[in-house]
C-alpha cells in the first residue's frame, strides 16, 4: 500500500520539527509506527496547550 506524498511530507514534517529525527530515521519507519508518533506528538501539544 502506497500513501498519498502529500500526507508523507506532512508527517515526516511534523516528526522531524518536533523530534529533530532525520528524514532518514523517519522514513524507515512503517507508516502506522510513523503515524502513532504523529498523534503522540499532537497530544502532548494539546496538554501543553492546556495547561497555559
Known amino acids: 500500500m502506497t500513501y498519498a506524498p502529500e500526507r ?5 514534517a511534523y516528526v522531524a520539527y518536533h523530534f529533530h529525527w532525520s528524514l532518514d530515521a523517519i522514513l ?8 502513532r508518533y504523529v498523534q503522540e506528538i499532537a497530544a502532548i ?3 501543553m496547550t492546556e495547561e497555559r
Open 45 to 47: 501539544n494539546r496538554r
Open 8 to 12: 508523507i511530507h506532512q508527517e515526516v
Open 28 to 35: 524507515d519507519l512503517e507508516h502506522p509506527q510513523r503515524l
